[in-house]
């Protein structure tokens, strides 16, 4: 299959999307065709990687990878993606777990699949392909750890000084010789233009072999489709009912993947797109006017985007607003009903939920009893509320159980080298620890 770019006719087959993230003219690359399955095609197909060798092959039809398919999957699904019945009354409504992974976040598993991918197409030990992230607390995180000690793979994280949370930072800091963490003193932004500066020059790239794993990567799309095909393969399998899903949304990187699976004939009803008190999306849907701005903080901080960059995808796939407000449902959620759904959460489920995830619940509250129950709702549970303590223990008056793979994380040592935001530092911590 080939793969457009958002902004003009140039197209790459996968490989090439993979290893260059974005395309030249700096759009981002969509599949030329979606393929479409009939829920037949999946009858001997009953786990996650066995329903994603399905689904993921025709996009690699020409990829030098094919015949890898099967392993880069087994890598992937290496934990178990449970599908939670909830205790409602009015319906039907289940938690899609996303976060068992090594950071407990769905980022995990987009992250898990471009390092298995791009260690098969670029690792060389002689030639070590560097991986540039700028993160504000999750990203960077799930990546180091996909990355961690693979062969021919460096990391070089860049996060801001003092503006990530005690275990986030933990999570940046705590690998093997092949990821360097940086803690930038600065914001975000630093860490972004840093990483920007540093992909455009010349001599760098050509010593340190540059590539990013940014989140509009296509390789971190297109596995997140699975997991809304293998849930609601489950949920149509065992109640003939197509589920609806509620989805926590910044960059629209999630939600678009179950729009994706959709579009490609996957079971799957109405989908809800939740957003926290930036209203990027929801202003768009109401106004039909693409305005992007600055992003304001909120206590779902994984998701604070002004400027979702996936809607350029999502717009030249399926269309403009008129379009997309038919076909999605959208609301969003401020902070003190995020406070609100945690407590509730935690009363009426028996167990706590990360604020992002929280979202997803009011905004299944929000629905209304018609809709709860005219549709088997599936909520999308996006990061495992441990990594948010600070948030949650407070409101619940309880602690949160570390999962096992995240205090093992929490208890490697952990080291970070502190640079000031200009290319000159970041070249000299380079010229360190790399040589
Ligand atoms: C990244 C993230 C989101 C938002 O996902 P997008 O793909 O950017 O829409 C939601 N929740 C958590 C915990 C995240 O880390």
Not at 48 to 63: T, V
Request: hydrophobic share 45%; net charge negative; with cysteine.
């Amino acid at each position: 299959m080939r793969f457009a770019s958002t902004r003009s006719h140039a197209s790459a087959g996968l490989d090439e999307a993979l290893v260059k993230g974005i395309a030249d003219d700096g759009g981002l690359f969509v599949p030329v065709e979606l393929p479409t399955f009939s829920v037949t095609e999946f009858d001997d197909a009953h786990t996650i990687p066995e329903i994603a060798a399905i689904l993921l092959r025709p996009f690699f039809s020409d990829s030098s990878l094919i015949d890898d398919l099967e392993a880069i999957l087994a890598e992937t699904f290496s934990f178990p993606i449970p599908l939670t019945a909830l205790p409602v009354a009015n319906g039907k409504a289940s938690l899609l777990e996303l976060y068992h992974g090594p950071t407990a976040a769905f980022k995990d598993i987009g992250a898990g699949f471009l390092a298995a991918c791009l260690t098969r197409l670029e690792g060389d030990p002689a030639a070590p392909l560097t991986i540039l992230v700028a993160t504000s607390g999750d990203t960077g995180g799930a990546v180091a750890a996909a990355f961690n000690e693979r062969p021919g793979m460096r990391v070089v994280v860049l996060f801001p000084d003092g503006r990530v949370s005690a275990r986030q930072e933990h999570q940046l800091t705590c690998w093997s010789d092949n990821v360097l963490s940086l803690s930038v003193a600065g914001a975000f932004d630093d860490c972004q233009a840093l990483v920007k500066a540093a992909l455009a020059d010349s001599e760098l790239c050509e010593r340190y072999r540059f590539s990013s794993a940014n989140s509009i990567n296509i390789g971190r799309l297109l596995p997140q489709s699975t997991y809304y095909a293998d849930a609601s393969l489950r949920h149509f399998r065992e109640t003939g009912n197509k589920p609806g899903f509620v989805i926590p949304t910044g960059n629209l990187g999630n939600a678009l993947a179950c729009i994706m699976a959709r579009e490609m004939g996957l079971p799957i009803g109405p989908i809800v797109l939740a957003t926290n008190a930036n209203k990027t999306i929801p202003e768009y849907f109401d106004t039909l006017q693409w305005l992007p701005r600055a992003s304001v903080r909120t206590l779902a901080s994984a998701m604070d985007v002004g400027d979702p960059s996936n809607m350029e995808r999502l717009r030249s796939m399926v269309g403009e607003a008129d379009v997309l407000r038919d076909r999605l449902g959208v609301f969003s959620v401020e902070d003190e009903q995020i406070e609100a759904g945690i407590r509730r959460d935690f009363a009426e489920f028996g167990f706590a939920t990360c604020p992002h995830t929280a979202i997803a619940t009011q905004t299944w509250r929000q629905l209304g009893e018609e809709a709860q129950r005219n549709t088997d709702w599936i909520l999308v549970a996006t990061a495992h509320p441990a990594k948010f303590e600070t948030i949650v223990e407070p409101l619940i008056g309880t602690t949160v159980p570390l999962p096992d793979d995240l205090s093992a994380i929490l208890s490697r040592p952990s080291r970070s080298i502190p640079i000031d935001p200009q290319l000159e530092n970041l070249a000299a911590a380079l010229e360190r620890y790399f040589g």
